[in-house]
């Protein structure tokens, strides 16, 4: 059964630096990995989908990696700013063999970016 | 620009008095998503359509169910609310499922009083 893990639960850094979020996952067999944003009462934010035979992806200031081997994927976040605090959510399909599995979402990162 | 969109943004319901809420897309996607997210804690799969095949969790409680009555809509029908099921209700689309990308509509913050 697929557990996502994220840590850490909260990060405070002051405006400008370059930071790293972490996601661990159970099942390496997965197809794809998504990276989401989740502002305070609002949906998800799709950021970043990372194949299965993909070992990154990068959205401006956003880098995503995936390692299956290690079960680990990163979201490196260059120059950070103030607009980019929010929750952030890795996820994971729940199951190899069929389309209709389910995305386990970790708990999320909750990051604050101080000016 | 293609989206997924849930209404109402924030709903206040009275105990036991059932309540809907909607999801559309204009994605054009074959499978919509329902998940239950209550503070602080990950997104949670109640059911989902892959067209018009309905897809229960098998820990969803009886009291929640769902309608597609076609491509774009999707419903959310809890029939009796309780206090317990105050939460953020996110829809959710995809083409293909898990091979490809999902994407979530605003969500809707349900309150039952």
């Known amino acids: 059964k697929q557990e996502v893990t994220q840590i850490p639960a909260a990060l405070s850094v002051p405006e400008g630096e370059n930071l790293v979020l972490n996601c661990s996952f159970t099942d390496s067999a997965i197809y794809n990995l998504q990276w989401f944003r989740q502002d305070p009462g609002k949906g998800l934010t799709s950021l970043l989908l990372i194949q299965s035979s993909q070992r990154e992806q990068t959205s401006g200031r956003l880098n995503a990696s995936l390692d299956k081997s290690s079960g680990r994927s990163t979201l490196y976040i260059a120059a950070s700013q103030p607009g980019d605090s929010a929750t952030y959510l890795c996820?994971?399909?729940?199951?190899?063999?069929?389309?209709?599995?389910?995305?386990?979402f970790g708990k999320g990162t909750k990051l604050s970016v101080k000016p | 620009d293609a989206m997924v969109i849930q209404n109402p943004r924030y709903q206040v319901t009275q105990f036991g008095k059932p309540v809907t809420l909607s999801c559309s897309q204009t994605?054009?996607?074959?499978?919509m998503y329902w998940y239950q997210q209550k503070s602080s804690q990950a997104p949670k799969l109640l059911f989902h359509y892959y067209d018009k095949d309905f897809n229960n969790e098998a820990d969803t409680p009886d009291n929640f169910q769902s309608r597609r009555p076609n491509t774009s809509f999707c419903f959310l029908d809890i029939r009796s609310p309780g206090l317990g099921d105050a939460a953020m209700y996110l829809c959710?689309?995809?083409?293909?499922?898990?091979?490809?990308?999902?994407?979530f509509g605003s969500g809707t913050r349900l309150t039952v009083v």
């Open positions: 994605l054009n996607h074959n499978v």
């Open positions: 996820a994971a399909p729940s199951d190899y063999g069929g389309s209709q599995g389910n995305l386990i």
């Open positions: 959710a689309t995809s083409a293909q499922g898990v091979f490809d990308g999902y994407t």
